[in-house]
């Protein structure tokens, strides 16, 4: 990773200390995703440790095929044990079957 030296090796100098507060801002904002990320993923890793793999690979089977993945999701899906429930696609995320009117 060259860190942004391409970007300003092709930048008339006269517009670095402009761009420098930019990019200042950029790592700031990247960084604060990143600790926000990092949490999501170590809380989702403790998750894999509380419940058996057969559980935990079956509520993000859950997830995936609703298309509603997040670490809170998975936590509801293995807390009211729908994890347990097939996969209907007559049926909603908790498993209540959709009636048509």
């Known amino acids: 990773m060259d860190n942004g030296k ?3 090796r ?3 100098p006269e517009t ?3 761009m420098e507060k930019t990019r ?3 790592y700031m904002l990247w960084g604060r995703w990143c600790h926000e990320k990092y949490e999501e993923v170590s809380r989702f890793l403790d ?3 509380k419940v058996s793999p057969v559980r935990m690979e079956a509520a ?3 997830a995936l095929y609703y ?3 997040s670490v809170p999701v998975i936590e509801e899906i293995l807390e009211k044990e729908w994890d347990e429930l097939s996969l209907d696609p007559d049926a ?3 498993g209540q079957l959709s009636l048509p009117f």
């Open 60 to 62: 993000c089977e859950r």
């Open 16 to 18: 670095y200390l402009f």
């Open 92 to 94: 909603d995320f908790d």
């Open 67 to 69: 298309g509603k993945v």
């Open 47 to 49: 998750l894999t440790f």
């Open 24 to 26: 200042q801002v950029a």
């Open 6 to 8: 391409t970007f300003f």
């Open 10 to 12: 092709f930048t008339p």
